[in-house]
């Protein structure tokens, strides 16, 4: 059978690579992968690195969109998609996640009656202010097959009504759910000793042997919000006094940090000695800082789960999770964008202990997915 895999932003093409490295591994005589890649993002430190590192096999399409707002850029992909599906035929296409990318996707191969398989399906964040949110939506109730990565994902779908479901789609499919487990942890297991041997970031910035907290910022709502993104750069200064902190910068925060802190603010982080500000990280990188770091604070979905799966105590800096088991497990906090919950929680997780129960599965969920794919389709 042939599949259409979409990706366009950057987690997508990480979690593409598990799916691939498993047909290449397993599948090759059964399924045949085609990639087509949106060009959502487009720096070469947003997008191509990921290729090189993980092996990914070079993209069949690129729609090179680029940019732009939601409706215009959602728009471009699909018309993009849609030529693409048009001209070659596909028995059904893989979708990822909850960006721009995975709407299009899921409205391109729809109207085209081309079954989707939406990995990463029913998370919910219950805030329809998230983009992302609005898209998750969409892609599940457009698709056939959902694997849900958590028991909560699950749960989600069970209570909007997906397994009691009368829907029908062409050729008499019918949708099917399963709890996969997730699928980004098939690749943490897999490259987490890989990765130590091939950077030296840690030598770079030397971190090595010392203690370290990653961050990361890049949401809409807060790098966008100058009061949000104030409170927390604010709340890493105070941090910063007694620890070093890494700060891979998205390139949606890079632009915006300069417009949205007060200049007093801007010039403190940057002179900030423990600061270390650098590009984004590749594959590779993050998960060694991720690995060595004691800490991590995140606005990012991806960075909540790498770092539970590395054992570290994790800040949420928004006002919920999808990924609640984290919470649950007590190895996480949402501290939002708020300068005293993000302190308080700083110290309370370093304090706190969690035993990471296992809540993501087994690290095979590319092959539990590919047999499902096989049985439904073929
Ligand atoms: C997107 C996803 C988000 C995901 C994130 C991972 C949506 C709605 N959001 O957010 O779910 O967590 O990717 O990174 O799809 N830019 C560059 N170079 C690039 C890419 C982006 O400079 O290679 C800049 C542009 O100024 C752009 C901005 O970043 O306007 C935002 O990019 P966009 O693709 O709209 O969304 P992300 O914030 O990356």
């Known amino acids: 059978m042939k599949l259409l895999t979409i990706i366009g932003a950057r987690p997508q093409i990480i979690k593409a690579a598990a799916l691939s490295r498993a047909i290449r591994n397993g599948f090759s005589d059964k399924i045949q992968e085609k990639i087509l890649h949106t060009g959502q993002h487009y720096d070469e430190n947003m997008s191509a690195v990921f290729f090189a590192e993980m092996n990914i096999p070079k993209p069949d399409f690129n729609l090179n969109i680029g940019s732009g707002r939601h409706g215009e850029q959602t728009a471009k992909m699909i018309a993009g998609i849609e030529q693409a599906l048009i001209n070659e035929r596909f028995d059904a296409v893989v979708l990822y996640g909850d960006t721009n990318s995975t709407l299009a996707g899921a409205v391109a191969a729809s109207k085209l009656h081309i079954p989707i398989v939406h990995i990463e399906a029913g998370l919910r964040s219950f805030n329809m202010a998230m983009p992302e949110e609005i898209n998750r939506i969409v892609c599940d109730q457009l698709s056939t097959l959902l694997f849900a990565p958590t028991q909560t994902a699950v749960q989600n779908l069970t209570n909007e009504g997906f397994m009691q479901s009368k829907t029908t789609f062409p050729n008499g499919l019918r949708r099917k759910v399963f709890h996969s487990g997730d699928i980004m942890y098939d690749n943490s297991l897999y490259f987490a000793e890989i990765a130590e041997q091939k950077t030296d970031i840690l030598e770079r910035l030397q971190l090595e042997n010392q203690d370290f907290v990653l961050c990361t910022i890049h949401r809409d ?96 800096l928004r006002p919920e999770t999808e990924w609640v088991e984290i919470v649950q497990q007590n190895a996480g906090k949402i501290a939002d964008a708020n300068k005293d919950m993000i302190i308080d929680s700083y110290h309370k997780l370093l304090k706190n202990s969690s035993d990471f129960m296992p809540v993501f599965g087994d690290g095979q969920a590319a092959e539990f997915m590919l047999n499902k794919i096989l049985e439904t389709f073929n």
Request: aromatic share 6%.
């Open 221 to 316: 709502n807060n790098t966008d919000n100058p009061e949000r993104l104030s409170a927390i750069i604010e709340a890493l200064l105070e941090i910063a006094q007694n620890t070093k902190i890494v700060l891979p910068l998205h390139p949606r925060t890079k632009k915006l940090l300069p417009e949205n802190l007060l200049q007093n603010i801007y010039s403190k982080l940057l002179n900030n000695s423990n600061i270390q500000i650098i590009p984004p990280a590749s594959f590779f990188e993050i998960i060694v800082l991720e690995k060595h770091s004691k800490l991590i604070m995140t606005d990012s979905g991806g960075l909540q789960k790498e770092a539970y799966f590395f054992r570290k105590p994790c800040i949420i």
